[in-house]
C-alpha cells in the first residue's frame, strides 16, 4: 500500500505501476504519403499544431467474455469475484499483441509516433501526416465549454482506413466532430475568506461530508476507512494542496487526505473557474467518505474523447486502482454517428476490461435532468455518457433535508425531494436520468425498467443539491427554486463555496464503494447484479423519495429519477456500524 503524502506532478510513477507497459516506436522520416489507390494524397490541413489519435481495436472472444463477466458479477455464481490479472486478460481477450504491432509499425511508417497501449495503439503526428493516412484533411475547431475553450482536431470528411485497419475493425479516437464533456456541479455563494463554516446554517446544509455520513447512515470511522483502497478520479484541472489540506483538518481534523496527481500530457493548470473546481470537489468528497484511502486525481488537458479514454487507461493500467470517478458527461446524441458509435464501442470494450479485473467504474448521471443535451434541444429527453454505459454506475441526485438546531452539530436524516427546477433558457437543473438511445437494457435491468428496452439511468443517487443553494428559496433570484434545496461545502482557492450537482454524488458513492472494498477485503468489479439483486429488498436502499425530472419518481424497484434510491449506507458497505453526530469518535 502506497501512502500519498506530497502532491506529484508526474506522467508516470511507481503509484501507476504499469501505467503504460507500452512500446514506443518513433515515426520514420519520409513523405506523410499513404499509397492507397495510384496517386499519394497530400491534403491541405488548417492545423499545424500536432494530432493526436487512439486506434483503439476491439476485444477478442467477445461473447465467452460475455458470459465471464456475467459470472464474475453475480453473487449466486461460482465465478463471483474470481477476477483475472491485467496479463490473464491479456492472453484471453485483449487485442492480439501482434496485430497492435503491426498497427504501430504501419502508423510509424506513415509519419506518426506510436506507442502500444492495452487495447489501442497511441499515435502523435502532424496535421499532414495524419490527414494523408485518413485520406482527408484535419482542421481545428474550437468548442467553447463551461471550464474554457477547446480547440481539438477533426476531421474535416470521413476516414478513410487503410486495408489493414479495416480488416482489425479499428475504431479511431480523436478526430470526431463530438465536443468535450463537460463537468456536472455548479457553485454558488461563498464565505468570506476571514469565515469558516462551524455546522450547517439550516436544514437544507450546506453540508460538510460529515453531516452527509450521519444523515446517510455511512459506516463509523471506528469501523471502516477505506485504508488500502486506491480510488482514482478523472478531470481536466490541477488542484491546490492548500485546499485539500484545509477541507481534511476541517471537517476530519486530520492534516490531509493521501492523494497524488497525475498530470497526463502536462494536464491542466489550476483555475478555481474551470475544471480545477471540479477536481477540488472529487477529492474532498471521496477523501472526507473514505479518509484514509489513497487518491489519484488523472489531470488531462481537456474532457475530449481522446483524453477521456487516455486517463481511463491509465487508470485500468495501475494494478492498485479499484474505483475511478467520472464527474462529467456528455449528451449521448453527440456520439450518434457511426464513427460515434465505434467510439462508444472502444469506451465499452476498456469498462469491460476494467470490470475483469475488478475496477469498479462510477460516473455522475448528469445535471440537466432528464433533458442532458447541452445544445439547445432540451426538449429531447436524452442520457449522458459515460453514465449511460451498462459497465458505469451512473449516479443521480437528490436535495436533503436534516435535522438543524442551532449550536448543534446533529444532521440526521429528515427527507429527500428530487423535482426539477429551471435554470433558463429552456433548460432545466435536476437529477439526470431517462433511458439510453445507443446501450441495449442489461439483464441485470431488465425487470426494472420496464416499459423501457434500452439501458436505463440512473443506477442510484445521493444528495447533489438545487439552485437555492440551502437558501430556503431565497438565493434564486427570477428562477424558480424550491425551498428545500441544499448544497455542500467545497474548499476551493482559499475560501467556503457552496456547490452543487451529481458531481458531488458521485465521488461521494466512491468513497462508500472504498469502504465496502475495505470491509470485504477484495475488489468488487461491476457491483450492478449485487445492487439489482439487493433492490428487491428493503433493506439497502431509501425509496419513496417524491420528484420529476421530466419523469416521475416512483414506489417501484427502479425509476429515471433516481434509479434504486439512496443507500443506507452502513447496509451498502456490509457494516452494522452507523457514523454518528459530526465530531464524535464514529464521526470525525
Known amino acids: 500500500m502506497i501512502r500519498f503524502s506530497i502532491l506529484v506532478l508526474v506522467v508516470c510513477l511507481g503509484l501507476c505501476a504499469g501505467c503504460n507497459s507500452t512500446n514506443s516506436i518513433p515515426a520514420v522520416r519520409a513523405p506523410c504519403v499513404i499509397q492507397r489507390q495510384n496517386t499519394p494524397m497530400q491534403p491541405k490541413t488548417s492545423t499545424s499544431n500536432p494530432v493526436r489519435i487512439v486506434v483503439a481495436l476491439p476485444l477478442r ?43 504501430a509499425s504501419q502508423l510509424a511508417q506513415s509519419g506518426l509516433q506510436s506507442k502500444i497501449g492495452n487495447l489501442a495503439v497511441f499515435a502523435t503526428g502532424s496535421g499532414q501526416c495524419v490527414g494523408a493516412y485518413f485520406q482527408t484533411p484535419i482542421d481545428e475547431v474550437r468548442y467553447e465549454t463551461s471550464i474554457g475553450a477547446v480547440v481539438k482536431p477533426v476531421a474535416r470528411g470521413s476516414l478513410h482506413l487503410s486495408p489493414l485497419l479495416r480488416s482489425l475493425s479499428a475504431s479511431i479516437i480523436g478526430l470526431e466532430r463530438i465536443p468535450p464533456a463537460e463537468p456536472l456541479s455548479l457553485r454558488g455563494p461563498s464565505l468570506d475568506p476571514r469565515l469558516d463554516p462551524q455546522n450547517i446554517h439550516g436544514p437544507y446544509g450546506p453540508y460538510m461530508t460529515d453531516d452527509l455520513k450521519q444523515a446517510y447512515r455511512f459506516p463509523s470511522a471506528l469501523d471502516v476507512n477505506g485504508d488500502g483502497v486506491t480510488i482514482a478520479t478523472v478531470m481536466a484541472g490541477a488542484v491546490h494542496r492548500a485546499d485539500i489540506d484545509y477541507y481534511a483538518h476541517a471537517v476530519l481534523h486530520q492534516s490531509s487526505f493521501r492523494f497524488a496527481m497525475v498530470d497526463i500530457d502536462g494536464g491542466a493548470g489550476f483555475d478555481p473557474n474551470a475544471g480545477s473546481a471540479e477536481s477540488t470537489l472529487d477529492l474532498e468528497q471521496a477523501g472526507g467518505i473514505a479518509p484514509r484511502s489513497d487518491i489519484i486525481l488523472y489531470n488531462i488537458p481537456n474532457l475530449s474523447p481522446y483524453y477521456n479514454y487516455l486517463a481511463y487507461d491509465a487508470a485500468y493500467s495501475n494494478k492498485r486502482v479499484l474505483v475511478v470517478n467520472s464527474s462529467f458527461g456528455q449528451c449521448e446524441k453527440d456520439f450518434a454517428s457511426a464513427q460515434g458509435v465505434s467510439e462508444l464501442k472502444s469506451f465499452d470494450d476498456l469498462f469491460a476490461a476494467g470490470s475483469a479485473v475488478g475496477v469498479t467504474w462510477v460516473a455522475a448521471s448528469g445535471d440537466q435532468a432528464a433533458y442532458g443535451c447541452p445544445d439547445g434541444v432540451y426538449n429531447k429527453i436524452s442520457v449522458e455518457f459515460p453514465a449511460s ?27 429527500e425531494s428530487a423535482y426539477y427546477e429551471p435554470r433558463g433558457g429552456g433548460a432545466y437543473w435536476g437529477s439526470g436520468g431517462g433511458q439510453s438511445r445507443l446501450f441495449r437494457v442489461p439483464s441485470w435491468q431488465r425487470d426494472f425498467i420496464r416499459p423501457f428496452i434500452r439501458r436505463g439511468v440512473p443506477d442510484l443517487a445521493l444528495h447533489m443539491g438545487g439552485l437555492g443553494f440551502s437558501s430556503g428559496g431565497s438565493y434564486c433570484g427570477a428562477l424558480k427554486c424550491h425551498i428545500d434545496d441544499s448544497s455542500d461545502w467545497l474548499r476551493l482557492a482559499g475560501r467556503w463555496t457552496q456547490v452543487i450537482g451529481t458531481s458531488a454524488a458521485s465521488p461521494d458513492i466512491v468513497g462508500l464503494i472504498a469502504l465496502r472494498i475495505e470491509k470485504q477485503r477484495s475488489a468488487l468489479g461491476d457491483i450492478h447484479t449485487w445492487l439489482y439483486d439487493e433492490a428487491r429488498h428493503a433493506r439497502v436502499f431509501r425509496r419513496g423519495i417524491h420528484g420529476f425530472n421530466g419523469y416521475r419518481t416512483s414506489r417501484g424497484l427502479w425509476d429515471p429519477v433516481l434509479g434504486t434510491g439512496t443507500p443506507f449506507g452502513n447496509t451498502f458497505a456490509g457494516t452494522a456500524s452507523v457514523a454518528g453526530t459530526p465530531g464524535t469518535p464514529s464521526n470525525p
Open 61 to 103: 472472444n467477445q461473447e465467452p467474455l460475455k458470459q465471464f463477466l456475467s459470472k464474475l458479477s453475480d453473487p449466486s455464481s461460482g465465478r463471483y469475484h474470481h477476477f483475472l490479472t491485467r496479463e490473464q486478460f491479456a492472453a484471453s481477450y485483449a487485442p492480439d499483441s501482434a496485430d497492435l504491432q503491426k498497427v
Open 389 to 415: 454505459d451498462p459497465y458505469i454506475l451512473a449516479v443521480g441526485g437528490t436535495n436533503l433535508t436534516t435535522a438543524h438546531s442551532h449550536g448543534s452539530r446533529n444532521s440526521a436524516y429528515i427527507s
